[in-house]
């Protein structure tokens, strides 16, 4: 089984490249993000309640995501080789909810995978897709909190995996088929 995280800044990455890493590794993919998004968009409860939060640049409440995670795992049944979440954990708090989510499970984290952009990119990035994404949170002023928030609640999490020995920064800048070309080369040293 392959378990791998993907985290970094809003923009770095991370959907991008978990595309491209469940082809190859035939994994499946989980965006805490686009699975929010799909709520907010059948305009379910749950949906208006995490729109209040996505398009201030807030996290959505750990309790919430903790327990749409959990849904999801356990409804969860296919044959792929792993699973990549995109997006979770995204605090301290959702790392070690997931840990005892796993341990029930009986499975682990291969890896964790953190795209190292500057903030000038990552500004950049989500600018340009901003003008066509429809995403309330792609405009300049939410972009900023997300970052803030990315700095105080994500960031720590990174120091959760180092000490477990699973945590991988890998560089993020260039183009999308040199980072996919990174990773890649990550994981199929873990596999060997
Ligand atoms: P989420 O959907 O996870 O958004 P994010 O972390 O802000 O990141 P993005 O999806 O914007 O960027 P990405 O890293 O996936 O980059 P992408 O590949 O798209 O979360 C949104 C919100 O939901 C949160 O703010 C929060 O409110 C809530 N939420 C989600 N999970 C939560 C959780 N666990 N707990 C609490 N709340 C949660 O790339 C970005 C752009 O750049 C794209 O246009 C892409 O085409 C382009 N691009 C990609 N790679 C390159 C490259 N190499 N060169 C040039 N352009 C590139
Ligand atoms: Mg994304």
Known sequence: MLNIIMCGAPGCGK??????????????????GDLLRKEIAMKTDLGII?????????????????????????????????????????????AEALEVMLKKLDKEISLL???????NELIDRLIIRGKTSG??????ETIKKRLDVYHKLTEPVNDFYK???????????????????????????KKA
């Open 163 to 189: 000490n477990k020995n699973q945590y991988t920064p890998i560089d993020g800048m260039g183009t999308i088929e040199e980072i996919f070309g990174r990773i890649s080369g990550v994981i199929d040293s």
């Open 113 to 119: 995978v953190d795209l190292k952009v500057t903030e």
């Open 135 to 140: 995403r309330s949170d792609d405009n300049i």
């Open 50 to 94: 995490a729109d209040s939060y996505i398009s201030k640049g807030e996290l959505v409440p750990d309790e919430m995501i903790i327990d749409i995670l959990l849904k999801y795992v356990e409804n969860q049944h296919d044959d792929s080789n792993g699973i990549i979440l995109d997006g979770f954990p995204r605090t301290v708090a959702q």
């Open 15 to 32: 959907g991008t490249q978990s595309d491209l890493i469940v082809e190859k590794y035939s994994l499946t993919h989980l965006s805490t």
